[in-house]
C-alpha cells in the first residue's frame, strides 16, 4: 500500500484533501510502473522556505514551484532514513505561493496546477528526469497522460 506523509505547514489547496493526494500518488505510481507500496513526503511550504531550499541543495537562489529530494540523494535531510524505509523514494516540496501565482497566470484552478507539480515531483522520485530534450519529452507526455487521467 502506498503512502504519503503530508505537511501543510498553514497552507491548504482548494479541492485537496489527503484523500486526494493519496489518490494522485497511486495514480501516479500505476502510469509510471512504480511501486504500490512506495511512500514520499510531502510539504506544502513558503517561496521563502522554498527559496532557501533550492539555493542550499540546487545552488539557485530563488523561490521555484516545486523540489524533490531522493531518500538517496542528501544525507541527513530527507525525512526518513532510507537504510531503515527502503519503500521511501523522498520528500517533494511544492511552494503554495508559487502554485497559486501559476494557477492564475495559467487560467488554472490551484487544485488543476497542485495535481501537475506533485505528479512532477513524483516522476523526479521515480527516476525521470528533463535535462535533455529526449528525457524532458518523456517525461512532459507521462505527466501529461498522468494528469489527463486525474482531470
Known amino acids: 500500500m502506498s ?14 484533501d ?15 510502473a512504480g511501486d504500490q507500496n512506495s511512500e514520499v513526503g510531502l510539504v506544502i511550504t513558503s517561496d521563502e522556505h522554498i ?6 541543495y540546487r545552488g539557485n537562489d530563488r523561490p521555484t514551484n516545486v523540489l524533490s529530494f531522493a531518500n538517496d ?7 526518513v532514513d532510507s537504510s531503515k524505509d527502503k519503500n521511501y523514494l523522498g520528500d517533494i516540496y511544492i511552494s503554495y505561493p508559487t502554485l ?19 505528479v512532477h515531483g ?3 522520485l521515480l ?9 524532458a519529452n ?4 507521462l505527466e501529461d497522460k498522468i494528469v489527463t487521467a486525474i482531470l
Open 100 to 118: 497559486m501565482r501559476e494557477a492564475h497566470d495559467l487560467h488554472e484552478t490551484s487544485r488543476e496546477r497542485f495535481i501537475q507539480l506533485f
Open 73 to 79: 540523494e542528501i544525507k541527513d535531510f530527507v525525512s
Open 3 to 16: 503512502r504519503v506523509f503530508i505537511g501543510y505547514d498553514t497552507f491548504g489547496v482548494e479541492g485537496v
Open 51 to 56: 527559496k532557501n531550499l533550492n539555493h542550499r
Open 18 to 32: 489527503e484523500s486526494f493526494i493519496h489518490f494522485i500518488f497511486d495514480m501516479t505510481l500505476s502510469h509510471a
Open 127 to 135: 527516476g525521470f528526469d528533463h535535462k535533455d530534450k529526449a528525457d
Open 138 to 141: 518523456v517525461m512532459e507526455r
Open 122 to 124: 513524483v516522476l523526479h
